[in-house]
């Protein structure tokens, strides 16, 4: 891993000095560029989690916000209540447009610089998530609030969402870099990687970077195999079965 | 070193499976258990989604009831006619398990389901064969008894179809060893285990086979409600990893084995309550954390993507 961290950083290097380079020419037109280390994460069987460094360049002074949303989906919060001496699920609110993953990095610690309907305009920050509920009508506004909040927390608790102030790093007020972490549980997808440039409060400039995560190799193999032809992969499953309890009890039938 | 899972989506230590199915392994060799009961709740204590863990234990329940049939049918252990009896029954059990399964996962009581089946039943085989063993243990220190014949037979012989089994030495109703494959069945596709926990007891007491046919029985019966149990849940809820199950394998072979050794040097009662106190303390940690409030009260889960 050392001589890839090398590369990475040689690799970074050369970029930033593009950057810097172009930076004066495209500053008219382009107040904010931003580009990622890759644009693919591949999920093999090693995986163990991921770094992607986010690099970019602006056209003077600002905040740097940053905020990656994974693939939107349905999410069903459920609640225990007590029955009896058990506890059971009970209620259950369903959420749809659920990001499967959202990550928020800041230059600085957000209330320090940012106006706060601008956070809610750009849903920037796990609190100003808008998460619609299924049945809206049905649902009362303290049970959506307290079921909303139990979604963030326990996503939150999954490493899936999370907040780190002050970690994208600045260079000269033109310059800056932020390494974005994706644990091993890291659901597939495509990913957005949206970043903010800020001034005195307000929005200058964004820009939107995708990045897919995906399964490769075997294990994506496996996947697609179990999804897309489940009746075979279930007789697969019990050949392999068989034959290695076959292969087991024959190996160790002299002892 | 982690292996990523496709199935359950996430990362494990490899070391940790291997070692996970290497111990299931060991106590299944020393106690002649299938282990399954032990293997499902460990595997969601490491994480895997629940429904993975029981799907997947039923596929590695395959493999390994089928490396222990093997000895067993060549010492000519095991009752064809009966096993097949008893996989009627089970092959009817699992199916209508899985569409059980099915239906409370959409409910979002699956967890609750597995948890209350797992106490419930280790409960009472933890509880029987404590007393059973202790008693056993007692009674070899104090010179042995004639036991009385039960007369609880009456009703079951009065059923229909009855059927002769050869190699059980019993003329009795096809319709108890159909209704025992049936409740095993069941709990196979619901628990992820083989249900020899269960089948084993209940073959004894209830149909009064003897001994020696009963594991070597109940195995083969086993690998077929267990396959069939596999091939239905691959079909209809996609939770079969077959990474997971051929990792638990290999732990889990290597592991019966010595096991097997280690037992054969051990006293056959104590062995017994030692199993029982596993049991009950599984099923005592299963029971207290569906009592105890729980630290969240709240769970989410993602619906499968449309």
């Keep these: 891993m050392v001589w890839r961290a090398a590369v990475a950083r040689a690799a970074l290097g050369a970029l930033l ?4 380079l172009a930076a004066p020419a495209r500053a008219q037109t382009q107040p904010l560029v931003a580009d990622l280390s890759k644009h693919l994460v591949a999920i093999t069987t090693g995986f163990s989690g991921t770094d992607v460094l986010l690099f970019g360049a602006t056209d003077g002074p600002g905040d740097i916000v940053l905020v990656v949303r994974g693939p939107p989906g349905r999410e069903v919060v459920r609640r ?16 749809e447009d659920v990001p499967a993953f959202y990550w928020l990095a800041t230059s600085r610690p957000l209330d320090e610089f ?19 509920v ?17 979604l963030v927390r326990l996503k939150t608790a999954e490493g899936l969402y999370g907040e780190e102030q002050g970690v994208v790093r600045q260079l000269a007020n033109r310059l800056f ?21 800020i001034r005195e409060g307000e929005v200058v400039s964004a820009e939107i970077t995708p990045l897919i995560i995906s399964k490769v190799g075997v294990g994506a193999d496996i996947y697609d195999f179990a999804h897309n032809q489940p009746a075979l992969y279930g007789i697969a499953a019990i050949i392999v079965a068989v034959a290695a309890g076959w292969l087991a009890g024959v190996a160790f039938r002299k002892s | 070193m982690q292996s990523y899972l496709p199935i359950a989506e996430m990362s494990v230590n490899v070391l940790l499976v291997l070692g996970m199915g290497g111990a299931i392994g060991l106590l299944s060799g020393l106690f002649g258990v299938g282990g399954g009961f032990l293997m499902t709740p460990l595997l969601m204590f490491i994480g895997i989604p629940p429904a993975v863990a029981v799907g997947t234990g039923a596929n590695q329940i395959v493999a390994s009831s089928v490396s222990g049939v093997l000895a067993h049918w060549r010492r000519g252990n095991v009752d064809l006619k009966m096993g097949v009896v008893l996989l009627l029954g089970g092959l009817v059990g699992s199916g209508f398990g899985v569409l059980l ?40 220190r104090r010179p042995r008894k004639p036991q009385p014949e039960s007369h609880r037979r009456g009703w079951i012989h009065a059923l229909p179809f009855k059927m002769r089994f050869r190699k059980s030495k019993l003329y009795i109703s096809a319709l108890l060893p159909f209704g025992v494959g049936l409740l095993v069945g069941v709990l196979s596709a619901i628990m992820g285990v083989g249900g020899g926990f269960v089948m084993v007891p209940a073959m004894i007491y209830l149909l009064g086979m003897p001994t020696q046919v009963v594991v070597g029985t109940s195995l083969f019966q086993i690998i077929f409600v267990t396959a069939n149990t596999t091939f239905l849940q691959s079909l209809m809820n996609q939770t079969v ?52 409030e729980p630290d969240d009260l709240y769970s989410v889960t993602r619906l499968r993507a449309d």
């Excluded at chain 1, 225990?80 to 959420?95: C, L, P």
């Excluded at chain 2, 051990?266 to 049991?279: I, N, S, T």
């Design chain 1, 114 to 132: 940012a106006n706060p309907a601008v956070l809610e305009r750009h849903q920037i920050g796990t609190g100003n998530l808008r998460l619609p």
């Design chain 2, 241 to 292: 990893d077959v990474v997971l199950a051929l990792l638990l394998l290999v732990g889990a072979v290597i592991g019966a084995q010595v096991g097997a050794k280690a037992g054969a040097k051990l006293k056959g009662e104590q062995l017994r309550v030692l199993l029982a106190l596993m049991v009950l303390v599984v099923c005592f940690k299963l029971g207290l954390d569906l009592m105890l």
């Design chain 1, 80 to 95: 225990k209540d007590r029955a009896g001496i058990i506890w059971v699920n009970a209620d259950s609110v369903d959420f």
């Design chain 1, 134 to 150: 299924a049945d809206f009508a049905e649902i009362p506004p303290q049970t959506r609030t307290d079921f909303a909040r139990a």
């Design chain 1, 177 to 197: 870099r932020a390494e974005l972490h994706f644990p091993s549980n890291v659901p597939v997808g495509t990913y957005m990687v949206e970043v903010y440039l």
């Design chain 1, 17 to 20: 000095l593009l950057a810097l």
């Design chain 2, 101 to 140: 399964f099915r239906f409370l996962r959409g409910l979002g009581q699956i967890d609750l389901a597995i948890s209350l089946c797992y106490v419930v039943f280790l409960g009472i085989i933890g509880g029987l064969m404590f007393v059973e063993s202790l008693n056993a243990l007692l009674k070899s």
